[in-house]
């Protein structure tokens, strides 16, 4: 079975409101210990930022 996670940097990553991507720690976390994971961000960062940058 496919296992996908569907995350929203906004507000998830930085739930604070003062130090981006405060949580990010916590992620990396989880992904390394499961590498069959994949995930699809959704933000809406997407309207400002280029995929390259």
Do not use: A, N
């Not at 995350?7 to 990010?24: A, C, I």
């Amino acid at each position: 079975m496919r296992k996908i996670i569907f995350l929203d940097f906004d507000r998830v990553l930085h739930p604070d409101g003062v130090g981006l991507f405060s949580k990010l720690p916590l992620l990396e976390s989880f992904l390394s210990r499961m590498p069959e994971v994949e995930v699809v961000i959704s933000s809406t960062w997407r309207d400002q930022w280029s995929h390259d940058r």
